[in-house]
């Protein structure tokens, strides 16, 4: 019986002593997107994106940011309440790829085999793959690849360019490609799933 056990069957109300401090730990290994969590660590690339850190030394610090704020602008033309996505057209390695989802919870970006398969590059570019991926199902899932792609973000003067890497997954899905944490962060941008709103820091450094 675990010490939470024995808390809730002396105090099945689900009061808690006063006083009384319950540590909740973390798991800190399993399979993720990009690989293990005890594999990450290896790579400070891949360690920057880990939520929670278990040692003290010294990380690279994050590079200036500008101020970036919501308002109601951002919400005209949505109907609430709702329960959306973020989905919008990502243009990489110069293909307009509609039904791209911005999905905040996947530690690694997505492409999922059709729409990389109607971009016509070839399966040969495709670096392997030695990891597996936890998908939607819970359910491992070997990938083909993975691939470092030019992606391209709005138009104009709040146009944004980064080189992003992305896992080719071999799935059926709703989705052409999924927009992960590390691309998000490399665009120094801020979702608002409530405004359905991405606002990222431009290539000319504006948001």
């Known amino acids: 019986m675990t010490p939470i056990d024995r808390i809730m069957r002396k105090h099945p109300d689900g009061s808690i002593p006063i006083g009384r401090k319950i540590t909740i730990d973390v798991i800190t290994a399993g399979p993720v997107y990009g690989g293990s969590v005890s594999g990450a660590k290896k790579s400070l690339s891949e360690y920057r994106h880990l939520v929670n850190a278990l040692s003290v030394e010294e ?5 200036p940011m500008l101020s970036i704020s919501f308002s109601k602008e951002y919400a005209k033309g949505i109907v609430f309440p709702h329960d959306d996505l973020l ?17 905040g919870g996947s530690s690694a970006n997505i492409l999922f085999s059709r729409a990389f398969d109607a971009m016509r590059m070839g399966r040969k570019y495709l670096t392997p793959v ?4 936890i998908g939607f199902n819970r359910s491992p899932v070997r990938p083909e690849g993975s691939i470092v792609l030019l992606v391209r973000m709005g138009k104009g003067p709040v146009v944004r ?3 992003a890497e992305f896992l080719v997954i071999d799935v059926p899905s709703a989705y ?11 665009m120094q941008a801020v979702v608002s799933t409530y405004h359905l709103t991405m606002v990222y820091v431009s290539n000319a450094g504006t948001t």
């Not at 990380?59 to 590079?63: D, F, L, M, N």
């Not at 052409?176 to 490399?186: A, F, K, Q």
């Open 59 to 63: 990380r690279p610090r994050p590079s």
């Open 87 to 103: 989905v919008l057209v990502l243009t990489v390695n110069g293909a307009d790829i509609k039904q791209a989802l911005v999905d």
């Open 130 to 133: 030695s990891y597996p991926v």
């Open 161 to 163: 360019d980064v080189m």
């Open 176 to 186: 052409n490609t999924i927009v992960g944490r590390p691309l998000i962060h490399d």
